[in-house]
C-alpha cells in the first residue's frame, strides 16, 4: 500500500459528508479506487474483505436504509472480518487509509457503524453468513449544503471539536501529560491522531510514551459498545494506528507495531492497553 498523498493536508481536508450530489464517479476514479483497495494491508495481520456496492446497479438494493442520516448516496464501501484478535484495529487501519485516498480524490466519505441496516446492507453486499459486518461507508460527491439532520448530527456529536494534548498524550504514567515540546519528532504523528475521526467523536485514544516507545491504550467508554457484540471502539484505535504509522512514514521515521510490550503502570479506570509502536 503506497499513502503517495500528503497526510496532514488529507487528514484536515476529510469530514463527513452525509448529503450527496447525483453526479456520477468518473470511470478512471473507480478504477483507480478499486486498485488502491486490492493493495490495502495493515500491520497487525488479520484478513480484512472489502465489498462495494452501487445501488442503481445492484440487486437487492430496494430496502437500504440508513436511518435517514445519509441523503443521495449511490455507491457505498463496506468490510466484513472474522471476530479474531487485533481484527477490529486492521479493519480500522485499512478503512482508514481509504478514507483519506477517497477525500484526496475528492470524495466524501461517512463512517457508518450503528445508523445503517445491517440486514439489507448484508442481502445487496452478499455478505457471507458468519462474518462479522461493522463498518460501511458511502463514498461520491459531496452536496453543496448539509440536509437538516446532518447538521443537527453535527452539532450533537461536537464533529468539528478534537480533544486538548493534556487529555491524550502522557509521558511514563497518565498523571503526567505530555508536551509538543518533549514528544519531539513524534509531535507531527500525536497531532494526526488528535485529529482522527471515531465513532460519535469520542475519540478513544490515550498515547503514553516512555523510554520504550509510544504505547496506545482505549478508553473504554461505559456502556458505548454494548449494542454491539464487539468493542466497535477498537475500530478506532486502529484509526489512531493509521494516521500515526502514515505520519510516521511520511517524516522517514522507522518504526513497527507490536501488541505485547504494556507498560507495567497503574491504570485508570477504564482504561485498557492495546498495542504499541517502538522504533527500529
Request: hydrophobic share 40%; charged share 25%; net charge negative.
Amino acid at each position: 500500500m503506497n499513502i503517495n498523498f500528503s497526510v496532514e493536508e488529507t487528514v484536515k481536508k476529510r469530514f463527513s459528508v452525509r448529503n450527496y450530489k447525483d453526479q456520477p464517479i468518473e470511470p478512471d476514479k473507480q478504477k483507480a479506487i478499486e486498485s488502491f483497495i486490492d493493495s490495502l494491508d495493515n500491520p497487525f495481520g488479520p484478513d480484512i474483505k472489502f465489498h462495494t456496492l452501487d445501488i442503481k446497479t445492484g440487486s437487492n438494493t430496494q430496502k437500504l436504509g440508513t436511518y435517514g442520516v445519509i441523503k443521495g448516496a449511490r455507491h457505498y464501501i463496506g468490510t466484513t472480518i472474522t471476530l479474531e484478535p487485533m481484527a477490529l484495529e486492521a479493519l480500522g487501519y485499512e478503512f482508514e487509509a481509504l478514507v483519506l485516498y477517497l477525500a484526496d480524490l475528492g470524495l466524501g466519505t461517512c463512517w457508518l457503524g450503528g445508523t445503517f441496516d445491517r440486514q439489507s446492507f448484508s442481502n445487496a453486499m452478499k455478505i457471507a453468513a458468519g462474518e462479522i459486518f461493522p463498518i460501511i461507508t458511502p463514498y461520491g460527491y459531496a452536496a453543496d449544503h448539509k440536509h437538516f439532520k446532518e447538521k443537527a448530527m453535527r452539532k450533537l456529536i461536537k464533529a468539528d471539536q478534537r480533544k486538548e494534548w493534556h487529555q491524550l498524550f502522557f509521558s511514563d504514567d497518565f498523571q503526567s501529560p505530555l508536551s509538543e515540546a518533549t514528544a519531539g519528532d513524534l509531535a507531527f504523528a500525536l497531532e494526526m491522531v488528535r485529529l482522527g475521526p471515531s465513532a460519535s467523536n469520542k475519540q478513544p485514544w490515550r498515547i503514553l510514551l516512555n523510554d520504550d516507545g509510544c504505547h496506545f491504550y482505549e478508553y473504554k467508554e461505559p456502556g458505548y459498545s454494548k449494542a454491539f457484540a464487539y468493542d466497535i471502539q477498537r475500530v478506532d484505535m486502529g484509526i489512531a494506528a493509521a494516521h500515526f504509522d502514515f505520519a510516521m512514514k511520511e517524516r522517514k521515521i522507522d518504526g513497527h507495531f507490536i501488541t505485547s510490550a504494556q507498560p507495567e503502570i497503574d491504570l485508570p479506570k477504564h482504561m485498557e492497553y492495546v498495542f504499541s509502536w517502538i522504533r527500529d
